[in-house]
């Protein structure tokens, strides 16, 4: 009897550490975490995702793989409704998606399945306004020219303030924005801009157009004509200061608070929702996870070396700005929806 307890206490002993082992670690090791971007391959979300994908690994508890699969379409609403409806509420997916797409229920734009409110919204990964560019052989050089003469811009669809920006300035000040729609991604518009199918774009970001087309500045093949923000940034690019700051054109409150709606993304650059049902410790260790890379030193001169904005704001942060969005009284979201509607074919 005395053998064998000296043979059965070790094995307690052993096995104790196990008991205390840490579950979410348990989890994530040996899985394959999903970074799901919502725009296609080769574009400024999906630039900023692989750039996250090697430091959301090394943070994770368990240092899970992290891969990137891209979802494009309509503006961001189709991931949305994936990661909605369709994805695995296990801890093991979390989105990069548009920044005005958590807007598109509010706003009742088509084929939208999903309630933003209810996502578990982990970060977003910068803070940046929303530019409209036109291409150097344009007649539009700013803003003024575009209440003089017509601009083909091309837009991914109807969910996107590739579509949505250009025909409520339309509606406000009587710009001359012709919104081509269908196309892929960003890159398809570049593209389309070389080929002289559209001639600009709104809706990206500095960085971006800096990271994917740092010739297109240095050549001045295009023009930066305006600013969609509701404040100015003292660190803005000399090219963002000298453009038009198109708030500063509205004349009424009504007008401002549709600004306000309009361009909310804009303090919630490349958002990161999680699917509703989550585990909340899940939750909570990507979260983290996020805010450490967002601190890591080696990221930060990742993101440096890459000319990639880094300005992390906390996923409760997210959510409150998505609440407060979503408080905009309903004669003002109404308004605003009438001002971004895409005319019926």
């Known amino acids: 009897m005395k053998t064998l307890c000296k043979l059965i206490l070790p094995a307690f002993i052993v096995a104790a550490p196990a008991a205390s082992a840490d579950p979410v670690a348990d989890f994530y090791r040996d899985q394959t975490v999903t970074i799901l971007v919502s725009a296609d391959a080769g574009g400024g979300f999906d630039i900023y995702a692989r750039a996250l994908q090697p430091y959301l690994s090394s943070h994770l508890p368990g240092k899970p793989t992290v891969i990137v699969k891209n979802m494009p379409g309509a503006g961001g609403i189709v991931a949305m409704n994936h990661l909605y409806n369709a994805a695995p509420k296990d801890g093991t997916v979390v989105g990069i998606v548009h920044n005005t797409v958590p807007f598109s229920p509010l706003l009742k734009k088509r084929n939208t399945r999903f309630d933003a409110r209810a996502f578990h919204w982990v970060a977003s990964l910068d803070r940046l306004p929303y530019l409209c560019v036109s291409w150097h052989g344009s007649k539009v050089k700013t803003f003024d020219d575009v209440l003089k003469h017509e601009l083909v811009v091309g837009s991914t669809g109807a969910g996107s303030g590739m579509t949505t920006f250009p025909l409520l300035l339309n509606r406000m000040f009587g710009a001359k924005f012709k919104v081509v729609s269908g196309y892929k991604g960003g890159n398809n518009i570049y593209l389309a801009m070389e080929r002289g199918e559209v001639e600009g774009r709104c809706s990206l970001t500095y960085p971006t157009l800096a990271k994917v087309h740092p010739e297109w500045l240095a050549q001045k093949k295009i023009n930066i004509f305006a600013v969609l923000s509701t404040e100015r940034d003292p660190d803005w690019p000399q ?17 401002k608070a549709i600004f306000d709606l309009a361009f909310a993304g804009a ?12 585990p909340a410790e899940r939750v909570r260790a990507v979260a983290g996870a996020i805010a450490a890379a967002a601190k890591d030193p080696a990221m930060l001169a990742d993101f440096e070396k890459r000319g990639l904005d880094l300005k992390y704001t906390p996923g409760e942060k997210v959510a409150a700005l998505i609440a407060r969005i979503y408080a905009t009284p309903p004669e003002i979201v109404d308004k605003a929806i009438d001002m971004m509607k895409a005319p019926k074919r």
């Open 239 to 255: 090219a963002l200061k000298e453009a038009s700051f198109v708030y500063d054109r509205a004349k009424t409150d009504e007008q």
């Open 267 to 278: 303090e919630m650059d490349r958002p990161m929702p999680m699917p509703p049902g989550t």
